[in-house]
T-cell receptor
Framework: QQPVQSPQAVILREGEDAVINCSSS?????VHWYRQKHGEAPVFLMI?????EQKGHDKISASFNEKKQQSSLYLTASQLSYSGTYFC????????????FGQGTTLQVKP | DAGVIQSPRHEVTEMGQEVTLRCKPI?????LFWYRQTMMRGLELLIY????????DSGMPEDRFSAKMPNASFSTLKIQPSEPRDSAVYFC?????????????FGQGTRLTVV
């Protein structure tokens, strides 16, 4: 049931773009994205509730393809503060709230 | 609100001892999760409560692990007896799940070391 994230790790220079993918073998009800800095708790970025929904704030956005059971997180013009591990969390059943996370993608942004 | 509060922040115990981790969720939230994080396994969902009732405990590793939520403002995760392989960071998270799950707020975690 655990979603699969790719790539496992990314190294970027400041200003470069990155895409993190999340896919599931089960039909998805919603997708959550979180970022975790080293030694800290995961912090919520956004939820996508409907197939085809896209969201974003600042230069981080995400899309949700319900048919393909996939979501992608887009980081544009990356900043040093974007470094961390990104997790997608998926809800498989409706009205359950049960949230299962992928294994994470480590993003390192260098000056 | 102070957010999700976990205690203790760090726990070092000897193999075979009982360990109790505590969590106070955000007031008004109706869902509570216990996760375990290790380098090898990532963020594993151990158990999930909705309105204080355990809904899914399929992630609990074995009978040594138990969790309770006696009321809406308190939950415990107990390991008895503890083993070195239980060493990990344990996170508690809460959310307001209505038609669908809401944003999950994580506590700062308890770093457990079993020696």
């Amino acid at each position: 049931q655990q979603p699969v994230q790719s790539p496992q790790a990314v190294i970027l220079r400041e200003g470069e773009d990155a895409v993190i993918n999340c896919s599931s073998s089960k039909a998805l009800y919603s997708v959550h994205w979180y970022r975790q800095k080293h030694g800290e708790a995961p912090v919520f970025l956004m939820i996508l509730l409907k197939g085809g929904e896209q969201k974003g704030h600042d230069k981080i956005s995400a899309s949700f393809n319900e048919k393909k059971q996939q979501s992608s997180l887009y980081l544009t013009a990356s900043q040093l503060s974007y470094s961390g591990t990104y997790f997608c969390g998926t809800e498989i059943g409706s009205n359950t709230g049960k949230l299962i996370f992928g294994q994470g993608t480590t993003l390192q942004v260098k000056p | 609100d102070a957010g999700v509060i976990q205690s203790p922040r760090h726990e070092v115990t000897e193999m075979g001892q009982e360990v109790t981790l505590r969590c106070k969720p955000i007031s008004g939230h109706n869902s509570l999760f216990w996760y375990r994080q290790t380098m090898m396994r990532g963020l594993e969902l151990l158990i999930y409560f909705n309105n204080n009732v355990p809904i899914d405990d399929s992630g609990m590793p074995e009978d040594r692990f138990s969790a309770k939520m006696p009321n809406a403002s308190f939950s415990t995760l107990k390991i008895q007896p503890s083993e070195p392989r239980d060493s990990a960071v344990y996170f508690c998270a809460s959310s307001l799940a209505l038609r669908t799950g809401g944003e999950a707020f994580f506590g700062q975690g308890t770093r457990l070391t079993v020696v």
